[in-house]
């Protein structure tokens, strides 16, 4: 139980801190005007 209550704590930071990172890396790409990889 006490399991499910820390995966139930750390997905949303998780899940939100990826979304982020994600959006960090499209707006640094866009500014640099061109895709890296």
Same mark, same amino acid.
């Given at each position: 139980? %006490?399991?499910?209550?820390? *995966? +139930? *704590?750390?997905?949303? *930071?998780? +899940? *939100? %801190? !990826?979304?982020? %990172?994600? !959006? ?10 061109? !895709?890296?990889?």
């Amino acid at each position: 139980m %006490s399991r499910f209550k820390d *995966f +139930a *704590f750390f997905f949303p *930071f998780t +899940a *939100f %801190s !990826l979304m982020l %990172s994600h !959006l960090l890396s499209r707006v640094y790409f866009r500014r640099n005007g061109h !895709l890296v990889g």
